[in-house]
């Protein structure tokens, strides 16, 4: 009976409303289309996250290819179904960290020279992302050490709640918070001159 | 961030994720909180930011290379000694075609075992009529009259 029910659901059409529920309890029985729609679904995210973590396009592809072989090769552990981003983003994390110990030219401390004063705010309806504030943004998320990137991207980039970024990166609660808001005004000091016009 | 204490519920709005009547009220609230509208405008101008970034990257290629590390679609190729025997075999067809027209063939009933068979097997021959000089060398064959196995083994 069971099997028949497996059968019934692998015929069911993969379509955009599936949930990544069902495609991860549909892959995790062996159906290689769930995963290849689970990778179609997420790997924009994945390679954009590895590329502001790596900071190089041919690395990110290659980190973006390992890390869904490792989902693929892990996909059985992953008990809390809905959770398959976060658990996907961790499992990124780990690829470009394993990827960036052969680079030495990374930041991976910083110092915590973040502002404390109220940084005067932007326009967000005239905020329009041209070549030129995007390489700015590009180098103002490179400041911050891979770490607290990697936290900051999580949650502005690819929307995980705080409690799945506590998850994914092996964090309390509170430090998510407290790396996550320090990114933050870092960021905002960096890219406020560009922002408002003024040039540092 | 807000020392309005609601940073976190400005992020839910800036990102669409607040209801809309947590949503309302916090940006009623932010109309007189100096505080809140300054987090709030960074939170949309951050947001604004990345989701202008998102969605300009080209992955498809990516694929191939998930799909040969997992094992998931092998490309599909075919062997090339198929393609080989495949490719030779088609070339005999039409070989064959092009030059005559090969006279039927039968394998002769054992009665009829010819002196031959100890120069070929099995043993053929060919139906009234088909010209002996046609058949191929190397293969046992009978013509309607009998050729002696020592007239074969001459040629």
Redesign the interface.
């Known amino acids: 009976m069971t099997a028949v029910l497996q059968l019934l659901k692998r015929t069911q059409p993969i379509t955009p409303e599936t949930p990544d529920e069902a495609l991860v309890r549909r892959a995790q029985a062996g159906e290689?289309a769930a995963?290849?729609a689970l990778?179609?679904r997420h790997?924009?995210?994945v390679?954009?996250f590895l590329?502001d973590l790596l900071r190089q396009s041919d690395l990110a592809?290659?980190a973006?290819?390992?890390t869904?072989?490792r989902a693929?090769?892990q996909l059985v552990k992953l008990t809390d179904h809905d959770r398959f981003k976060p658990w996907l983003l961790g499992i990124a994390r780990n690829v470009a960290f394993e990827a960036r110990r052969v680079r030495q030219h990374d930041v991976l401390e910083e110092e915590d020279d973040v502002p404390d004063a109220?940084?005067?705010?932007?326009?967000?309806e005239s905020?329009?992302?041209d070549a030129e504030?995007?390489k700015h943004?590009t180098e103002a998320l490179s400041v911050l050490s891979a770490n607290r990137r990697a936290a900051l991207l999580m949650r502005?980039?690819h929307?995980l709640a705080?409690e799945e970024i506590a998850a994914a990166l092996g964090w309390s609660l509170a430090t998510v918070k407290n790396e996550i808001?320090r990114a933050?005004?870092k960021?905002?000091a960096h890219l406020l001159p560009h922002?408002t016009g003024e040039r540092p | 961030?807000s020392r309005c204490g609601r940073?976190?519920q400005l992020e839910a709005v800036a990102?669409g994720?607040a209801p809309v009547a947590l949503a309302t009220e916090l940006r009623a609230h932010a109309q007189h909180c100096a505080?809140c509208?300054?987090?709030l405008?960074?939170l949309?101008?951050?947001?604004?930011?990345?989701r202008?970034?998102?969605?300009r990257?080209e992955?498809a290629h990516?694929?191939a290379?998930?799909a040969s590390?997992?094992g998931?679609?092998a490309p599909r190729r075919w062997p090339r000694a198929l393609v080989a025997m495949a490719a030779a075999a088609a070339l005999l067809v039409l070989v064959g075609r092009v030059e005559s027209p090969v006279p039927s063939l039968a394998v002769a009933g054992t009665s009829e075992a010819m002196e031959s068979d100890a120069l070929m097997s099995p043993t053929l021959f060919f139906e009234a009529g088909a010209p002996c000089s046609k058949l191929p060398l190397g293969v046992g064959f009978q013509c309607s009259q009998p050729v002696p196995a020592s007239f074969l083994a001459s040629r």
């Open positions: 290689s995963f290849k990778f179609e790997v924009v995210a390679r954009r590329r592809d290659d973006t290819q390992e869904f072989a693929h090769a109220v940084i005067p705010s932007p326009n967000p905020v329009l992302l504030l995007e943004f502005l980039d929307g705080y808001h933050r005004l960021l905002r922002l | 961030m940073t976190q990102t994720e505080l509208r300054h987090e405008n960074w949309e101008s951050e947001t604004a930011m990345f202008q970034r998102a969605g990257d992955v990516l694929w290379g998930v590390r997992s998931l679609e």
